[in-house]
């Protein structure tokens, strides 16, 4: 936000990149766009974790010295979204949850 402009903002994304007790680096993009991953990462060697947005899968992490990792939340969410497909399942899981309550 410009505070010379009252009520107007930039349009942007942060992408946030951190490491284990290290430190992070926000990187502020006016586009969604794979550039900025790309540029900050072409020649970063290690393991990247993130979570299930489209646009990572096209990203040029293809290479040797970087691996990838995804997200366990998003995992789950395949999980949970699953049971709810199938009503065997899901009046299971929920007496088990009533069980163990």
Not at 17 to 41: C, M, N, T
Request: some cysteine; aromatic content about 12%; hydrophobic content about 35%.
């Amino acid at each position: 936000m410009d505070p010379e402009v009252r009520g107007k903002s930039a349009l942007g994304w942060l992408w946030v990149y951190g490491r284990p007790k290290g430190g992070v680096l926000f990187d502020f993009r006016s586009s969604r766009g794979r550039a900025g991953g790309d540029e900050i990462l072409k020649t970063f060697n290690g393991t990247i974790q993130s979570d299930g947005y489209a646009l990572y899968g096209a990203m040029e992490w293809d290479r040797p010295g970087l691996k990838r990792l995804a997200c366990w939340a998003h995992a789950r969410q395949k999980f949970h979204n699953a049971l709810s497909d199938d009503p065997i399942r899901t009046k299971a899981t929920n007496r088990l949850r009533t069980w163990a309550n």
